[in-house]
């Protein structure tokens, strides 16, 4: 019979060979790691567990075994997924809608453990993580504010710019101008 371990802190696919890893150490096979999560083929026993666990602690991770905190934890992987790795255009989609169809819940649901769980709501989460993500791509240099506005699906950059403005008390200028000075090239270094 297969097993569903639930993993806390999980972010990037960096994580996703982590945790891989751990599970190839003790031999256990597995269909699925994604964020949040290690499908296994069967189930394992409670000293394994307990071994998966201390070394999943050591680099960050912990498992989740409160149906509540596995919920909030899916959450949060899925608006990192949904900001950071979308691929299938979702973005252009209602966020409460996605997520509601990806965990089967009611949306006020969700809200609710959510904002009981971490003191803040689901909007407020997805802002914070879109800011993240805003801010990253600034310091990359690589896209210009309109393009960062349309990857992260903001209406114009008006609208991203009084967001980021709000969250980081910075202008979108001001950031980009300070991310500059800060970074060294390399043969200053």
Do not use: W
Not at 139 to 151: L, R, V
Not at 159 to 183: P, V
């Amino acid at each position: 019979m297969a097993r569903t371990l639930y993993i806390k802190n999980m972010v990037c696919p960096r994580c996703i060979m982590t945790v891989e890893s751990i599970l190839q150490r003790y031999d256990i096979p597995y269909k699925e790691v994604k964020l949040g999560q290690a499908i296994l083929e069967q189930d394992i026993d409670q000293e394994t567990i307990n071994k998966i666990q201390e070394d999943l602690r050591r680099v960050g991770f912990e498992l989740i075994q409160d149906q509540r905190q596995i919920i909030v934890e899916q959450i949060k992987n899925i608006v990192i997924e949904y900001i950071r790795y979308d691929t299938l255009g979702n973005k252009k989609i209602n966020f409460s809608d996605y997520l509601s169809e990806r965990l089967g819940k009611s949306y006020s649901y969700l809200s609710e453990i959510f904002s009981k769980s971490e003191g803040k709501t689901i909007e407020r989460y997805l802002i914070l993580q879109k800011i993240e993500r805003v801010k990253e791509l600034i310091t990359y240099g690589q896209m210009n504010f309109s393009e960062i506005a349309y990857e992260l699906n903001y209406s114009s950059v008006a609208h991203l710019s009084r967001q980021f403005k709000q969250i980081t008390g910075m202008t979108l200028s001001e950031f980009r101008d300070r991310a500059r000075e800060e970074r060294k090239s390399l043969d200053q270094i």
